[in-house]
């Protein structure tokens, strides 16, 4: 199946020529490439998180395919569900699913479910997709959308992912998608949102799980986070950086209730 663009005109452009020209404007092109295992980008509308997803893409040397895992805000389909065929649909062109890699996880897994519905609508993946497309148009993609089961089962995932990876002995990038703190003064934000990112640049997803948890953190994708960081650990992930953070009051100057934005790397040792 085709997976069509459903936030295409709303969070982004819609036509392929303004799409370009928005990211051109958020990423630097002559910045020097890294060789990274994984990212956290989030996944708002360009104007508000764009420039912190550009900052972040603009670092990285792109690989042939990305898993790319965000949570469910629709609360369709399955509570963990990976897409293994097909393409996917931006204004940019077709982006096709690696089905090898796809169906590996997919069989390795004791959790992921082969389920197309929680992704028809779901924007979480879907704007990660204009970024790496201006920079290569030719990648593959493996989608997977976590609902809401538990750290423990999370961070199985994760090291069944990279399972899969190591058996096939592919050069990928895994994508967290997430948005920080939700609707709230930039300053209460902001010290939230700095726990949740310690944790992560520290490449400890228990400690990401306990914050998110004691200081009622409203980052809707912790748990592809803690999936990221199990798998890049395991693929012998040694560092992470902070590229960029904002929120939402950063652009639009009301600073009353924000959404925040940080764009993360993820490296192994040698980096």
């Known amino acids: 199946?085709?997976?069509?663009?459903?936030?295409?005109?709303?969070?982004?452009?819609?036509?392929?020529?303004?799409?370009?020209?928005?990211?051109?404007?958020?990423?630097?092109?002559?910045?020097?490439?890294?060789?990274?295992?994984?990212?956290?980008?989030?996944?708002?509308?360009?104007?508000?998180?764009?420039?912190?997803?550009?900052?972040?893409?603009?670092?990285?040397?792109?690989?042939?395919?990305?898993?790319?895992?965000?949570?469910?805000?629709?609360?369709?389909?399955?509570?963990?569900?990976?897409?293994?065929?097909?393409?996917?649909?931006?204004?940019?062109?077709?982006?096709?699913?690696?089905?090898?890699?796809?169906?590996?996880?997919?069989?390795?897994?004791?959790?992921?479910?082969?389920?197309?519905?929680?992704?028809?609508?779901?924007?979480?993946?879907?704007?990660?997709?204009?970024?790496?497309?201006?920079?290569?148009?030719?990648?593959?993609?493996?989608?997977?959308?976590?609902?809401?089961?538990?750290?423990a089962i999370y961070k199985e995932v994760g090291k069944e992912i990279a399972g899969a990876i190591k058996a096939l002995g592919r050069e990928v990038v895994i994508i967290a998608s997430s948005d920080m703190s939700h609707y709230e003064p930039q300053e209460s934000a902001q010290k939230k949102d700095t726990q949740a990112i310690g944790a992560m640049l520290n490449l400890d997803e228990d400690e990401l799980l306990k914050r998110v948890d004691e200081f009622n953190i409203t980052m809707c994708g912790y748990a592809p986070a803690v999936s990221l960081i199990v798998a890049a650990k395991e693929l012998g992930a040694k560092s992470a950086e902070l590229v960029k953070y904002q929120t939402s009051g950063d652009v639009s100057g009301d600073f009353s209730s924000v959404v925040g934005y940080a764009g993360i790397i993820i490296k192994g040792g040698g980096e």
């Open 1 to 151: 199946m085709i997976r069509r663009a459903v936030v295409a005109g709303q969070f982004y452009p819609a036509s392929a020529s303004e799409l370009k020209a928005t990211v051109k404007a958020m990423v630097k092109e002559e910045i020097a490439k890294e060789e990274v295992i994984g990212l956290v980008l989030p996944h708002a509308g360009y104007i508000y998180s764009g420039p912190v997803a550009g900052a972040t893409i603009s670092r990285v040397k792109l690989k042939d395919t990305f898993i790319i895992i965000g949570p469910n805000h629709t609360g369709a389909g399955r509570p963990l569900s990976i897409m293994t065929e097909g393409s996917w649909e931006t204004p940019l062109g077709e982006v096709e699913i690696d089905e090898e890699l796809g169906k590996k996880i997919l069989a390795d897994s004791k959790y992921l479910e082969e389920d197309d519905r929680a992704h028809l609508y779901e924007h979480s993946i879907e704007v990660q997709l204009p970024f790496l497309q201006y920079f290569k148009p030719d990648f593959k993609l493996v989608p997977i959308i976590f609902g809401h089961p538990n750290g």
